[in-house]
């Protein structure tokens, strides 16, 4: 089980399998059938990526770092998955084939055992309430009135627990990770444990001896029940309540360009805090653009090239590793003697690249407020009177889309975001707005500024290729100084913690009447 | 003449007798005082330490008695009458100057140029 640190992200639509420890251990639910429908598909689709990227003209297309466009391969469907996929999910699915053989066992291993514990802790006080009736009816006490009212209690105990527990531990499992949940676990233990021993204390003291107070023995299960209860309160205080409280602020850095933000997290175990921070990720990070690093790594490969140092004493040098060391030192030497113009390239470069971003930008909002002013919503009267001509938001989009499709294309390629946005999206977007009332500002908005990774289509999230890279074990708790990595596929998110100050306060306090005044003057007497 | 706690206060001091005048039935000296440790010292125009809380004379009647005796504005009281006026409120100095009692008051008075002249009169800084 502990074999993997694949940590592979919650997917809604795939029937990929996931790791998932945390749905249902404790579950006793009888109605897994249609959530597992959901899962156990493993069809895999793929079709030629519907999406024409803005930028159509092959010239062009060397430059992009991801191809998009690759669609002359189309091969067959099967099944009736929704994921639509490109070149890079196929190089992914192999590895995931892989892995998801072993990943299933363990899925399907902890669902068994949770069914299992479930029917088990569920059926236990009914089975202590029936069998006395069906192994010595003829001795058994009859129950009179107050054994009969707990009869009634243990129904709605136990239809209290099972509503507890359906809210509790029956939703959709947000991620898979790559240990076991710990406190799921123990708890899981903890009820095995006290169940058994309860049939233990039931078998000897009351089947055994075949006792006829059945007043008592309905008690005995009425106390089971109760006692459920307060593991159930137990497992909320443990799973929910406990890492409510902050008490630690990461901070995560996103490596490639530097991106921070700081988060306040409870106690939490190193896979859940991970967890916890990718969840701020998709909603807080701007979407990672590879294509804004190509400058830093041209003026990178730039200095490298600069200097070349050469050997020439030959091979096979025995003093080779110090001989390497004066080497890159020599380098660094003479690469800052030497007189680098590059901060000054990079400087105009910048100041051109803004210009020519504003310059781009005003006419792509001039354009887009013009095409809006060429439809107009159409009032309930009008709709009545002339019925030619009229569109539905999304021919409307269409009708006024080719006028701003132009400065768009443009601004969003001055800016590399053209392969973040396809025509198809453009114009659901456009379509969105004029049916909203949106304005072109509000429209524009999403363009203008890179938002966040949830906005944009499916094959930026990459939410099933995170792993989590520790030196310390994931299941520990997070402490002050941990540091991990979650690495993706192009870049990785570095999260430090530190623990939030224990705060000592004291008080002051300060009489209402005791703000009094007096004015600075320099005063003049004439004597 | 800014003093250091502690250290007397060494400076170089006029004596000014005015004669108080009768004016109604009050006896008058024909000057404004402004200062004390009472007061704000740094609005003190006169002063060259903002920190100085002494007693400065801030106007002076023309063709009054402290015209007439030769006080100058700008001047800072040192003592009335030998009691002391460095360290002194404002209302505590206005008392003393006006006490009807005496009809004289006899002034220690210091101000800048006195210092100047004498330290130009020991040939302290070179004049060329």
Redesign the interface.
Known sequence: MDTESTYSGYSYYSGRSRGSHRHGERSRDRHKSRSKDSRSEKSVTINTPPAEPLLGDSAVRGEQVQDDNWGETTTAVTGTSEHSLSQEDIVRITKDLEDSVGLDCRRYFTLTLAVILGLLVFLTPLAFLVLPHLLWPERLQSCGTACEGLFISVAFKLLILLLAVWALFFRPPRAGLPRVFVFRALLAVLVLLFVISYWLFYGVRILDSQDENYQGIVQYAVSLVDALLFIHYLAIVLLELRQLQPCFSVCVTRSTDGETRHYNLGQLSIQRAALAILEHYYCDFSVHNPALLSASKSRAAKHLAGLKVYNVDGPGNNAAAGLAHSQSRAMIAAAARRRDSSHNELYYEEAEHERRVRKRRARLVVAVEEAFTHIKRMQEEEQKKAPGDVMDPREAAQAIFPSMARALQKYLRTTKQQHCHSMESIQQHLAFCITNNMTPKAFLESYLTPGPTLQYSRDHWLARQWTLISEASVTSGLKDGTVFLLKCVDFSLVVTSKKIPYIQMSEEYIDPKSHKFVL???????? | MAFVPGQPVTAVVQRIEIQKLQQGEHL??G?????GID??PG??PFSEDKTDKGIYV??I?PGGPADVAGLMMGDKIMQVNGWDMTMVT?DQA?KT??KKKEDVVRLLVTRKSLEDAVKHSKGCYPRK
């Open positions: 600075r003057l320099q005063s003049e007497t004439s004597v | 008058i000296l000057f404004s005082i402004g200062g007061q704000d609005q003190n801030t106007r009647t404002h206005r100057l006006t």
